[in-house]
C-alpha cells in the first residue's frame, strides 16, 4: 500500500500442488512520486507452510524500487550500456514467465535512448523476450542469454572489439507474442501458479518450422546472428548428386570474409523435400560448421548430409523413410538468410533402420542405451508422466 492505495497484490503465496519447491515471482507496479513529498508505505507478507527453505525455496519477502526516468547527464557519456530481461526470480522450473520485460524495462530502455542515442542493450534470458517496442531506437542490442560467471568479462570483451561475436540464435524471436506459430496453445500467464492444461497441436512445427510453414516473419529469425565483418558465400556443388543408399552426400561451397577484420561465421544448411508425401517442415536444418577466416581469405568449406538427413519417421513401421523425389538444398547465414540453393535427387524410396541409420557413432549409441527402466526413489525429484 502506498498512502492507503494497493499496488501491488502477489496472491496468497500457495504452493503448485506436489510442488516442494514453488515459484515466487516477483510483482512490480509503477507510482508517480513527486518531488519533496512523503509517502506511508505498508507492506503485508505471512510464510506458508509447504515451502522449502533450501534450493530456492522463500525464505523471506524483498521490496524494492527504481527510477524509470534517465539521469540527463547521461547525456554526456559516449555511450550508455543497458542491462535488462530475465533473473532466476523470474524464470526458472515449474512456471512461466511473462514475454514482456519485467519491471517496466521496456519504457526504461526508451527513456536512456532518449537521453543518449548511443545506448547499447544487453538482454538477459533463457529466451526471447519482447524487443519491438524499443528496438528501432537503440543501435546496438545484445542477446546474451545466461553467460554465467565470467559473462561480464566476456560481454566486455566483445562490446570493446577485443573479440569478434559469432554466436547465432537458437531459437526465433518473436515481435509480439501472438506471432509465435503455437501461441494458441500457451496457457495464460497469471502469477498465480494456477494450473493449466496446455495441448501440443502442432506436431513438427514449431520454431522457424511454424513460423516458414504459417508465412510468419519474426523480428529475428533462427540462426540469426551478428559480426563485426561481413562473409560471402559462392560456388556450391553437390557430390554425389543423387544419393546412393548410404553413401555421404558433400555439400561444398567456397566461404570468404569480404570484411576488414578476422571472424568466425556459422554456415548453415537446410534441406526441404519438394513433394511430400506426408506433412513437413518447408525446410529443416540438417548441418553447419564454424569457420575462422582472416580479413580477405577464403575456404573451400564442405558440409556432409547422411540418408537420415532427409528422412522422415514412419509411425506406422517404425521406421526412417526417404521417398523418391528432389530435395532442396538451402545455406546460408541464418534461416531466413539463405545465401546458396541447391538441389540433390533420391531416385527410389528407402526405408532406414532406426538403429542402423543413426548418425551417431556406435560408441555413443551404446552410451545412452538404457535397459532398465530408473528405480523411482520417492524422492523430491521424481516425476511421473502419464
Do not use: C
Amino acid at each position: 500500500w502506498v498512502n492507503g492505495k494497493l499496488i501491488i497484490d502477489n496472491g496468497d503465496g500457495k504452493p503448485l500442488p506436489g510442488n516442494s519447491i514453488p515459484p515466487t515471482i516477483p510483482e512490480f507496479a509503477k507510482i508517480n512520486l513527486q518531488a519533496g513529498q512523503s509517502y506511508d508505505v505498508k507492506l503485508e507478507y505471512s510464510r506458508r507452510a509447504g515451502y522449502l527453505s533450501t534450493m530456492g525455496g522463500l525464505v523471506g519477502v524483498q521490496m524494492s524500487w527504481a527510477s524509470l526516468n534517465a539521469p540527463q547527464d547521461l547525456s554526456a557519456y559516449d555511450a550508455v550500456v543497458v542491462a535488462v530481461g530475465n533473473s532466476s526470480e523470474y524464470e526458472g522450473e515449474g512456471f512461466d514467465h511473462s514475454f514482456d520485460l519485467p519491471e517496466y524495462q521496456s519504457q526504461l530502455i526508451q527513456s536512456i535512448a532518449k537521453v543518449n542515442p548511443n545506448t547499447v542493450v544487453t538482454m538477459f534470458g533463457g529466451t526471447g523476450l519482447k524487443m519491438s517496442d524499443w528496438i528501432e531506437q537503440v543501435p546496438v542490442a545484445l542477446h546474451a542469454f545466461y553467460p554465467g560467471q565470467n559473462g561480464g568479462q566476456a560481454l566486455a570483451e566483445i562490446l570493446f572489439g577485443k573479440v569478434n561475436p559469432s554466436g547465432k540464435l537458437p531459437i526465433s524471436i518473436e515481435r509480439n507474442i501472438e506471432d509465435n506459430p503455437i501461441f494458441e496453445t500457451f496457457p495464460k500467464f497469471d502469477n498465480q501458479n494456477s494450473l493449466a492444461e496446455m495441448s501440443y497441436k502442432d506436431d513438427l512445427m514449431l520454431g522457424y518450422r511454424g513460423y516458414e510453414k504459417k508465412g510468419i516473419k519474426p523480428l529475428y529469425p533462427f540462426g540469426y546472428g551478428l559480426s563485426y565483418t561481413t562473409f560471402g558465400y559462392s560456388n556450391i556443388s553437390v557430390t554425389p548428386g543423387v544419393a546412393v543408399g548410404n553413401t555421404p552426400i558433400k555439400v561444398s561451397f567456397d566461404l570468404t570474409n569480404t570484411g576488414k577484420v578476422g571472424g568466425s561465421e556459422v554456415a548453415q544448411l537446410y534441406v526441404g523435400q519438394q513433394n511430400p508425401k506426408v506433412e513437413r517442415p518447408i525446410k529443416e536444418l540438417k548441418g553447419y560448421k564454424k569457420v575462422f577466416l582472416k580479413p580477405g581469405e577464403s575456404k573451400r568449406v564442405t558440409i556432409e548430409l547422411n540418408d537420415r538427413s532427409l528422412a522422415y519417421f514412419d509411425t506406422k513401421t517404425n521406421q526412417w523413410v526417404v521417398d523418391a523425389d528432389t530435395f532442396n538444398l538451402s545455406l546460408g547465414a541464418s534461416s531466413q538468410d539463405i545465401r546458396l540453393n541447391a538441389k540433390l535427387t533420391n531416385s527410389f524410396r528407402q526405408e532406414l533402420s532406426t538403429t542402423t541409420s543413426n548418425p551417431l557413432p556406435r560408441s555413443a549409441l551404446n552410451s545412452v542405451n538404457v535397459e532398465k527402466p530408473p528405480v523411482k526413489t520417492g524422492g523430491v525429484f521424481d516425476q511421473t508422466v502419464e
